[in-house]
Every structure is written in structure tokens, then in C-alpha cells.
């Protein structure tokens, strides 16, 4: 019940991107289309779903027992940056457009404050090794909800007359905005 | 020794992630002939599309692997389609520089309004209409060409019509497919003799709705019968390089100036 409340909890209740306000930059830089979109949201969910798995077996094998706990925020860049590192090869040696397509914001996955703030939370939290998991895709899947959302509603946009001044970045961050009103919603339902 | 255990252990975590990624890095790497690289910063980087292919660097791309030649690309110029050509250690085709050029001169006070429009101000709008002009060949004036045009070389005249600045056309063609009524055409810079109407009604009705359009009188197919025939009511040039220039004045004694060279308004 507790992993289930876990999972709940990352993709609806506090979702990274529209709870915590964490990974916004591929969220507004990437959902233009739901192409493409979708894509950054399952690399995103799997970097997640494996940096959980690494950083876990890390922080608890390694680092805690010989007291190194001071150690974590320079380990997790490290595991974030080396699982970039390799879905980028992977994307670009299967799927030249598409990589084409995420550009610049594919290695600046290793920047996302979503996927670090997961790392930390995870030892923060002292999730076990399935709680971790759990939780790491969970979170993947609500990045990918949102963004594949903002993508949908941007589709529509692009057919809207936008009044003059909000077109462009505006319109888009108020979009963000209110989605995040609409996800205030679930607040609170799982603690 | 408080110092030496994060130093191991970092170093180690560090050395087994790089050793990882050069494992991944041999299998999934991707081979990409350096050449493309260097074919595509040479290219304008406009990414016009008007080479036929998706973007400069997948023109870059066909032309490495030979599929298309560097002078395909309409946008640069000589110089860089020399270095692409060196680069590649192949001899470079010849470039000829084309522009768009506009096939009408129904200026606001030329051609006459079929009344008062107020609808969406595009040709495509007014086109969907019959258009505002009395004559249905002609420009719109709306400037569709000059919003399609990529690289700001069109803008519309006081006189109402698009005026293409030499210096900035590319020949993208985007203006040509713009145009609601075809009025755009790519032709060599070094061509002089234009038929400045697209009307292919009776000399008697277009003289009517336009001062400057084509009544087929014949006097320029008289001028230059190898090059020039008449054909549904319109001058028609059928072949550019038969004119001889001698023969240019002859042909521009067009009495509605619908045939001939550009004049100074013309250009930007």
C-alpha cells in the first residue's frame, strides 16, 4: 500500500514539475510537440528510474557504511551525468532526428534539478531499494504526464489567436501556470 | 587516512563510470564522415529548405554521400560553393545567380478596384473572393510574398506592388509559392526582357481593368519573332536567351509598358 501511495504521490500529488517547479527548462523547451515530447519524457523517466537504482546502491553499499555521507551530492552528479551521457549515445545511434529534436536539451538532462532532487530525496526520505525504484519511475512518469500535456495544449496554441504580447514564451509560461493551479488540486489527498 | 577513503572511493566510482561509458561508447558509436561537418558550416545555415532537402545539414549530408551537387543549394553563393566543392576535391559546377521577379505591374493606379475589401488582408484571403482588382491575373497587394519571404528581400511599394531587392534574394522560391495568383517566377539576373502581365484575357477587357497589362497586340512578337510569341491573349517569351539586344528597344515600344526591362522603380 505504501508503494502504491509512493508512486500516486510522484505522479499526480507531487509531481516535480508542476508541485515542485523542478526540470522546467526541457518542459518549456521540448513540448512543442508531442513527438517529441513523449520522447524526453520516457529518457527522462528512464535516466530517473536507473539513476534511483545506482544512486540507492551507492548511498547504501558505499557511502553509508564507511560514514561518507558528505559524499552524495558529488557521487549522484556523477551517476546522473554518466546515464546522460549513455542515453545520448543510445538516442543518437537509434534515432538520429529525434535526437536531432531534443537537441541542446538532451545532455542538459545532466543539469535537471528533477532527476538530482530525486537522488537526494530518495537518501533524504531513507527509502529502501524498492521505495527508491518506486519512486524514481513514478516521478518519471509524472514529468512525462506533464510535459506531454503542455505539448497538447501547446498543439492547440499554435491554432489560437494568441493576443499579440502573450505569443511566444509568455503564453506558454501561463499555460504552465495554470496547469500547476489544476494539479494544486490533488494536494494533500496522500501525505 | 580520513582524507585517503573519499579519495579511493570517489576515484573508483569515477574509473568504473568512464570505464562503462567507453564500453558504451564502442558499442553504440556512431560514425559521421567528417567532411559533413565542415560541407555544413560553408552552407547558409538559412535552412530555407529550397535545395529540396530538410535543412542545411541534411543538404550537407546528401552532398558528401554525392547525391546532389553543391550548386543545388540556390541560396549561396560562388565563393562558398567553391570551398564546398574543394573540400570535397570535386571541380564545381558554374552558379547562376537567380532572383524572383514579379510578373505584373497593376499598381494601385494601374489596375482598377472591383470595390471596397474589407476582408483578412491576405492574397489568400482575397484571392478565395475573385480578389479586390477588377482584373482576376493580378497582384493582390496584400503581400503575402513579402511575409513568406525568409530573408527580408520583398517589400511592398507605394504603387501597391512587392519589389525584390537584388542584393537579398536568394531565390528561396518561397515567394513564388506564396503568391496566390504565380506571379513570382525565378529567372537568371542576367536576364533583362520580362513580360511584365499574367492576363490572359482579350486585349479589349484587360485593357479596361489594368493600364499595364498585355493586349496581344503583337508589336514585341513582330520585334522578335524568335523569341516571342503570342499565346491566349499574353505575350509569352519562350525562350530568354534567343533575344538579341539590339532588338530591346524595338520590344519595349509595348504601348501598355507590359513587356521589357526593369525600370528603375522595379528594383530595390
Redesign the interface.
Known amino acids: 500500500m505504501e508503494l502504491v501511495a509512493i508512486f500516486i504521490s510522484a505522479i499526480l500529488i507531487n509531481n516535480f514539475v508542476l508541485h515542485y517547479f523542478l526540470g522546467i527548462c526541457p518542459f518549456l523547451g521540448v513540448s512543442k510537440k508531442i513527438d517529441s515530447a513523449l520522447s524526453m519524457g520516457l529518457a527522462v523517466t528512464f535516466v530517473m528510474t536507473i539513476t534511483a537504482v545506482v544512486s540507492w546502491v551507492?548511498n547504501h553499499w558505499?557511502?553509508m557504511p564507511?560514514g561518507?555521507d558528505y559524499?552524495q551530492i558529488?557521487?549522484f552528479i556523477?551517476?546522473i551525468a554518466?546515464l546522460v551521457?549513455?542515453v545520448e549515445?543510445?538516442i543518437?545511434?537509434i534515432s538520429?532526428p529525434l535526437y536531432?529534436a531534443l537537441g541542446i536539451y538532451l545532455p542538459l538532462i545532466t543539469t535537471n534539478c528533477a532527476i538530482f532532487f530525486l537522488a537526494l530525496m530518495a537518501a533524504l526520505r531513507n527509502y529502501g531499494f524498492v521505495q527508491s525504484v518506486i519512486f524514481g519511475f513514478g516521478s518519471g512518469l509524472g514529468f512525462t504526464l506533464a510535459i506531454i500535456l503542455m505539448a497538447g495544449i501547446r498543439e492547440q496554441l499554435e491554432m489560437a489567436d494568441v493576443p499579440e504580447p502573450f505569443k511566444g514564451a509568455a503564453i506558454t509560461l501561463i499555460v504552465a501556470g495554470i496547469m500547476a493551479l489544476a494539479f494544486f488540486g490533488f494536494s494533500g489527498m496522500i501525505k | 587516512m580520513d582524507l585517503l577513503l573519499p579519495l579511493i572511493t570517489m576515484g573508483t566510482l569515477g574509473f568504473l563510470f568512464s570505464l562503462g561509458l567507453v564500453f558504451a561508447y564502442k558499442k553504440l558509436r556512431v560514425y559521421e564522415d567528417p567532411k559533413i561537418e565542415k560541407v555544413a558550416e560553408l552552407l547558409p545555415q538559412t535552412n530555407c529548405g529550397a535545395c529540396g532537402y530538410a535543412g542545411c545539414r541534411a543538404f550537407a549530408e546528401a552532398v558528401v554521400k554525392g547525391e546532389t551537387t553543391p550548386n543545388s543549394c540556390p541560396v549561396g553563393d560562388e565563393e562558398s560553393v567553391k570551398q564546398i566543392a574543394e573540400t570535397l576535391g570535386i571541380t564545381a559546377a558554374e552558379v547562376i545567380k537567380k532572383m524572383a521577379r514579379l510578373h505584373c505591374r497593376g499598381t494601385h493606379e494601374a489596375a482598377k478596384d472591383r470595390g471596397t475589401y474589407f476582408g483578412i488582408s491576405t492574397c489568400d484571403a482575397a484571392h478565395l473572393i475573385g480578389g479586390n482588382k477588377q482584373c482576376s491575373y493580378g497582384c493582390l497587394h496584400f503581400g503575402d510574398c513579402a511575409r513568406a519571404c525568409p530573408f527580408d528581400a520583398i517589400y511592398m511599394s507605394e504603387e501597391g506592388l512587392p519589389v525584390v531587392i537584388e542584393d537579398k534574394c536568394t531565390a528561396c522560391g518561397k515567394c513564388v509559392e506564396a503568391c496566390s495568383r504565380n506571379l513570382f517566377e525565378l529567372h537568371p539576373t542576367s536576364q533583362e526582357v520580362i513580360v511584365f502581365c499574367r492576363s490572359l484575357d482579350r486585349g479589349a477587357v484587360s485593357k479596361k481593368v489594368c493600364k499595364n497589362s498585355c493586349i496581344a497586340c503583337g508589336i514585341c512578337s513582330r520585334a522578335c519573332p524568335e523569341a516571342i510569341v503570342i499565346e491566349n491573349n499574353l505575350a509569352i517569351i519562350t525562350d530568354y536567351k534567343k533575344i538579341d539586344p539590339e532588338k530591346i528597344p524595338d520590344i519595349e515600344k509595348c504601348p501598355t509598358e507590359a513587356i521589357g526591362r526593369l525600370k528603375k522603380e522595379d528594383e530595390g
Open positions: 551507492i558505499i557511502l564507511h561518507l559524499l558529488v557521487s556523477l551517476v554518466s551521457q549513455l549515445m543510445f543518437r545511434k538520429p536531432q
